[in-house]
């Protein structure tokens, strides 16, 4: 069930942000890094580190990234992004290209064509 909090956000970010919390949990899980030295590490509380992993969306961004770099993560985070990935924003770019290009008439001595 949803929360308030989740209701000021779509429902697929809240997802995605629930995933986000719990591959980190299990990354930190797998390092055998236990809570208190991950806050501390991040320089966050434990409870922070809780709400990261649990994917509360008040969370800073900033705050994420930070966990991500303490668990040797970051690197994926600069490629969320990525502008050769946009495959929506590609189709919309090569759809407003010019179909046709029409050469330039040669200009007279004067400028004028």
């Known amino acids: 069930m949803r929360n308030r909090t989740d209701l000021s956000h ?3 970010v809240s997802r995605a942000l629930r995933k986000l919390g719990n591959d980190i949990r ?3 899980l797998r390092r055998r890094i236990p809570t208190a030295l991950l806050a501390e590490r991040a320089s966050i509380s434990r409870t922070t580190l809780a709400k990261v992993e649990k994917g509360v969306p008040g969370v800073s961004m900033g705050i994420y990234a930070t966990v991500l770099f303490c668990l040797g993560m970051i690197d994926r985070l600069g490629d969320l992004a ?5 495959e929506v924003g590609l ?3 090569s759809e407003r290209l010019p179909k046709r290009i029409r050469r330039s008439k040669p200009r007279g001595k004067n400028g004028v064509g």
């Not at 990525?82 to 946009?86: L, P």
């Open 91 to 93: 189709t919309l770019e």
């Open 10 to 12: 779509p429902l697929p």
């Open 26 to 28: 299990e990354a930190r």
């Open 82 to 86: 990525d502008a050769s990935s946009d």
